[in-house]
C-alpha cells in the first residue's frame, strides 16, 4: 500500500516513497537504495518492485531517491540515506514500523551506497548532528554492489563520487571508499548476492566484502548465482522489462533467502 511520497530534501528533491504492509501489527522497515552508477537512481526496476517484493516477505518498505552526480558529490549520498534511517527511526509510529529494526537493500552503487552507511553512519551523525548511532542500520543487503578499488570494479561510480577520473582518486580516497576495507566487528550483519557473469560491477568485489565480514567477525550470507548479467534486479517478469538476460531463475529466490537471513539478526 503505497503512502504519500515523504520529502527529506525539498531543495536537493531527496525523498521517500512509502510501500507501507496492509497486515496488522508492527513491521520490520526496508529502506530501498536503487542503483544508477550514482548518476542516476534506477528506481523503476530497483525501486518500486522491490519494495513490494519485501512488503510481500513482512516488511513495510520505503524507496530512497538520493543525490547524484554530476550535481552533488559525496558525502551528499552519504547524508541522504542517513537522514532516511533517521527520519524513519523517528517516525517509526506514524508508519507502524519497529525502529530497532530498519534494514536496507542496495543495487550495484546502491549497494555502495548501503555499505557506506553500515560503515560509516558515525560520520553521518556528525555531519548531521544526530545522536550516536540513530542512523545505524540494523542489517544490509547487497545486490551486486559496487564495493571497493583494489581489484575490477565500477570505476564511474568512484567517479561520479568523487569528482575525479578513477586512476586519479587519491590513496586515501579509495581506502574510504571501499566498503571492504570499513568493515569492523560493529558493522552490521550482511547478506550479499551476485552472479558470476556480471562483467559491468564483477562479482570480485562481493568476494572481498565477504571475506571482510568473516575476518571482522559479523554475521554474513553469500550466494553467487552462475547466469546473468549486472543489473539483474528480481530475476523474474517483474523487473525483465522486455530483457530476457534479466530473466534468471536460479536467482529469483534472493529476496526470500535475504528475509530469512535478516530473521536471525538481533
Known amino acids: 500500500m503505497e503512502k504519500n511520497t515523504i520529502v527529506l530534501n525539498e531543495e536537493f528533491s531527496v525523498t521517500l516513497t512509502p510501500y ?149 582518486i587519491p590513496a586515501d580516497t579509495r581506502h574510504a571508499l571501499s566498503i571492504d576495507e570499513n568493515i569492523t566487528a560493529s558493522t552490521p550483519p550482511a547478506f550479499i548476492w551476485h552472479t558470476a557473469e556480471d562483467d559491468a560491477v564483477p562479482a570480485c568485489g562481493s568476494l572481498a566484502l565477504c571475506r571482510a565480514y568473516m575476518d571482522a567477525g559479523v554475521p554474513v550470507s553469500l550466494r553467487i548465482y552462475p547466469y546473468g548479467p549486472h543489473g539483474v534486479a528480481l530475476g523474474n517478469e517483474v523487473t525483465h522489462f522486455g530483457n530476457g538476460s534479466w530473466l534468471q531463475p536460479l536467482a529469483t529466490g534472493w529476496v526470500k533467502d535475504a528475509s530469512d537471513f535478516l530473521k536471525t539478526v538481533k
Do not use: W
Open 20 to 168: 507501507l504492509n496492509a497486515e496488522s501489527g508492527v513491521h520490520d522497515a526496508m529502506l530501498v537504495v536503487p542503483g544508477g552508477g550514482y548518476g542516476c537512481v534506477c528506481s523503476d526496476r530497483e525501486g518500486g518492485p522491490i519494495a513490494d517484493a519485501f512488503v510481500a516477505e513482512g516488511y513495510s518498505a520505503f524507496v530512497l531517491e538520493y543525490r547524484v552526480a554530476p550535481a552533488h558529490r559525496y558525502p551528499a549520498q552519504l547524508i541522504d540515506i542517513a537522514s532516511a534511517v533517521y527520519y524513519l527511526r523517528t517516525h517509526a509510529a506514524e508508519y507502524g514500523i519497529n525502529p530497532e529494526r530498519i534494514f536496507t537493500v542496495g543495487f550495484s552503487a546502491g549497494g555502495h551506497l548501503v555499505g557506506t552507511l553500515a560503515t560509516k553512519h558515525k560520520e553521518a551523525e556528525k555531519l548531521l548532528g544526530l545522536p550516536e548511532n540513530s542512523t545505524r542500520p540494523t542489517g544490509t543487503v547487497y545486490c551486486y554492489p559496487v564495493v571497493g578499488t583494489d581489484y575490477p570494479t565500477h570505476g564511474g561510480s568512484f567517479t561520479s563520487l568523487t569528482g575525479l577520473p578513477f586512476d586519479e
